[in-house]
């Protein structure tokens, strides 16, 4: 995938402003940003399901803007719920999507690959949020997809269903599956992705992998313990000198070494 310049603007607000990306074949590449940010215009418009203002896009070789449906069928798109199937059966919905592809998977194996095989014989409107949403991914991938789009795709799930979740993320990508995600948490970018951009106001403040987005991997260590007069706290490039010389004088009570997180990083960039 290559993004130069995107731009779309709604009325008078510029939603996206220059982006630049570039997603490598296999790549898991998430975006990150705060609501209103412009991630959920850019998928769409990298998907080509809307119309941008200017830049250039070319996704599996293709402009999505005028790509033929033979492309359409390669990309996965989780479509943010849509309610057209309520009366069918899970299984009998990701069979009905199978129809639509050359070269399905199994229905049977993915509506087990998303953990719904309890539910299979359940009718799609009686499914939880969180059930709803991985009936979602299961029609997304149905088609063996070669890069699959995900916008925000585990808000509303409880925290075990989002570790199953990232499972089936790594599947895909360990088969070689090319992924965009869009996500407001930072521990899901950590785990699934190889590399993050964070996007505010429209535009790519920062971009790298998660362990050193923003200059992580080189900042300063934070280092605390307690000592009789109550807690320290220090910020020291060389935390393995500092804490033993710290050690010196004993044991240290409550003692932690930090480095800044994805989430201190990414509060400090969308600031
Ligand atoms: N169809 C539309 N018409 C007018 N304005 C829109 C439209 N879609 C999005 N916007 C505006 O464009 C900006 C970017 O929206 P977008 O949905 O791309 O953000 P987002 O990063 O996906 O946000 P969120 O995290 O809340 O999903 C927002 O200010 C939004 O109000």
Redesign the pocket.
Same mark, same amino acid.
């Given at each position: 995938m290559r993004v130069r310049g995107l731009m779309k603007a709604?009325?008078n607000?510029q =939603?996206?402003d220059g982006v630049d990306l570039d997603v490598a074949r296999g790549e898991v590449f998430a975006v990150l940003?705060?609501?209103? =940010?412009?991630?959920?215009? !850019?998928v769409e418009i990298l998907e080509g399901h809307r119309v941008r203002d200017g830049g250039e896009v070319h996704v599996l070789g293709q402009d999505p803007g005028k790509a033929p449906r033979t492309w359409r069928s390669r990309i996965g798109v989780v479509l943010q719920t849509a309610n057209d199937a309520a009366e069918l059966t899970v299984a009998e919905s990701v069979r009905h999507y199978a129809k639509y592809y050359a070269d399905p998977r199994d229905p049977d194996e993915v509506v087990d690959l998303v953990g719904l095989t309890d539910k299979a014989k359940a009718r799609v409107r009686t499914l939880s949020g969180g059930q709803r949403r991985r009936l979602d991914v299961a029609l997304g991938i149905i088609g063996r997809p070669e890069l699959v789009f995900l916008?925000?795709p585990t808000t509303g799930f409880d925290p075990e269903a989002r570790r199953q979740f990232w499972a089936l993320i790594r599947e895909l990508a360990d088969e070689g599956t090319t992924i965009l995600l !869009?996500t407001?948490y930072l521990d899901e970018a950590e785990a699934l992705a190889d590399r993050v951009a964070v996007?505010a106001k429209?535009k790519i403040v920062a971009e790298g992998t998660p362990q050193t987005l923003g200059g992580r991997a080189h900042a300063d260590a934070r280092i605390r313990w307690a000592d009789p007069n109550g807690p320290r706290e220090l910020f020291t490039s060389e935390p393995t000198k500092v804490v033993a010389e710290l050690a010196r004088h004993g044991e240290l009570a409550g003692l932690t070494v930090t480095r800044p997180s994805l989430e201190d990083v990414y509060l400090e960039l969308i600031a």
């Open positions: 709604y009325e607000h =939603a996206v940003g705060p609501n209103g =940010a412009g991630k959920t215009t !850019t916008d925000e !869009t407001h996007l429209g």
